[in-house]
């Protein structure tokens, strides 16, 4: 076991490494094993509230196509490759809670003295996924509706043959 500080520690042994505190890579980290973040069990958590206006919020924002710029690169991130995401201004509207300072900004402030900078936004994409469950069950309901209503006129619409059938055989 080794000590950074009081609280934060890095212990490894022949089991694994654990880490206390923030763990910052400017490279990939790579797992083969799962990787289990937060929690979910409901016993840890209060005041449930179903997302309201999910799909609206899903529609509101964009996915993109990107590439990392001259400042990506100057904060040390040397990805040459084309990128997905989202941009996290967008996100900020709609679910401020999917958006985060990112621990880049504490890098571009101490280690490439950018306090210019101000917070550099990232998102936590896995809580993203609570959003869309919740647009796709919206959705859902909506092409319920929708089927019912073209069932309805699809009766409407063989009666109506059935009348004029009648009609022209008189």
């Known amino acids: 076991k080794f000590y950074i500080t009081a609280t934060e520690r890095f212990q490894v042994n022949t089991t694994g490494a654990t880490v206390s505190g923030d763990l910052h890579s400017t490279g990939d ?4 094993g799962a990787i289990t973040p937060y929690y979910s069990d409901e ?15 899903i529609k509101s924002i964009s996915g993109y196509t990107y590439y990392s710029n001259e400042l990506a ?38 280690e490439k003295g950018r306090e ?4 550099i936004l990232t998102l936590d994409y ?3 996924t609570p959003l869309l469950v919740e647009a796709i069950k919206e959705q859902d309901k909506r092409i319920d509706i929708l089927q019912d209503k073209l069932a309805n006129k699809n009766i409407e619409y063989n009666d109506l043959l059935r009348r004029i059938e009648k009609l022209e055989n008189k």
């Open 73 to 110: 690169e100057e904060l040390d991130i040397h990805n040459t490759d084309k990128q997905v995401g989202f941009k996290a201004q967008e996100l900020i509207e709609v679910m401020p809670e999917l958006v985060k300072v990112s621990p880049l900004t504490k890098y571009a402030k101490e």
């Open 126 to 128: 896995i809580k993203l």
């Open 43 to 57: 016993r840890l958590k209060k005041d449930f509230k179903v997302i309201p206006n999910a799909l609206n919020k």
């Open 29 to 32: 980290i790579t797992a083969i």
């Open 116 to 119: 210019d900078l101000g917070d």
